[in-house]
């Protein structure tokens, strides 16, 4: 595994299992987020944006977690060895997404300028994360079924799984 995609709804935990992979493997990380959003929540141009996902994915390994189907499978799947969905349950996502957003705490996973704030966009954010599970992602895999079909898919649940998933690959330099 050198080129990992990873997919899930907003608060799944697709930052954190990125960043724990890019350690435990020795591979570098996207945060699809931080090439999407500039300073302020202004999105950039497709172009610009797709420019930089080519970029960031161009080595031969990496981490890269986010979803942007739509405007980035093309790009990704075809390359990747492995696909991670995380099936974290909604009300989960649905509660990290507020904890972190009433912690405002500065995110890895987001660029300079993009801070969470609770006003009418978070609210209309936090109905995108309760309708995540019915109203997108199956979008986002048929796309990712069509682009990408013979991509290993791993589903993980919860702490234990991804603990477990985690703990079952080689570390870094084979240490």
């Not at 031969?60 to 696909?83: H, I, K, M, S």
């Not at 109203?135 to 589903?155: K, S």
Request: charged share 20%.
């Amino acid at each position: 595994m050198q080129r990992i995609v990873i997919l899930g709804n907003a608060g799944s935990g697709k930052s954190t299992l990125a960043r724990a992979l890019g350690k435990r493997l020795g591979l570098p990380v996207v945060h699809l987020d931080t090439l999407f959003w500039e300073a302020g929540w202004v999105e950039p141009d497709a172009e610009q944006f797709r420019t930089r996902v080519g970029e960031a994915i161009a080595g031969q390994a990496w981490v890269c977690e986010g979803n942007y189907a739509r405007r980035t499978f093309d790009l990704r799947l075809p390359r990747a060895d492995l696909v991670i969905w995380l099936d974290t349950p909604r009300l989960t996502c649905f509660k990290r997404v507020i904890v972190r957003s009433v912690m405002n705490r500065p995110r890895p996973d987001l660029p300079a300028g993009c801070t969470e704030k609770l006003d009418r966009a978070f609210l209309t954010f936090l109905n995108f994360v309760w309708q995540f599970d019915c109203g997108y992602r199956p979008g986002i895999d048929a796309l990712r079924q069509a682009i990408g079909p013979d991509v290993a898919t791993v589903h993980l649940r919860g702490s234990r799984q991804i603990a477990a998933f985690l703990a079952s690959l080689p570390a870094a330099g084979g240490q």
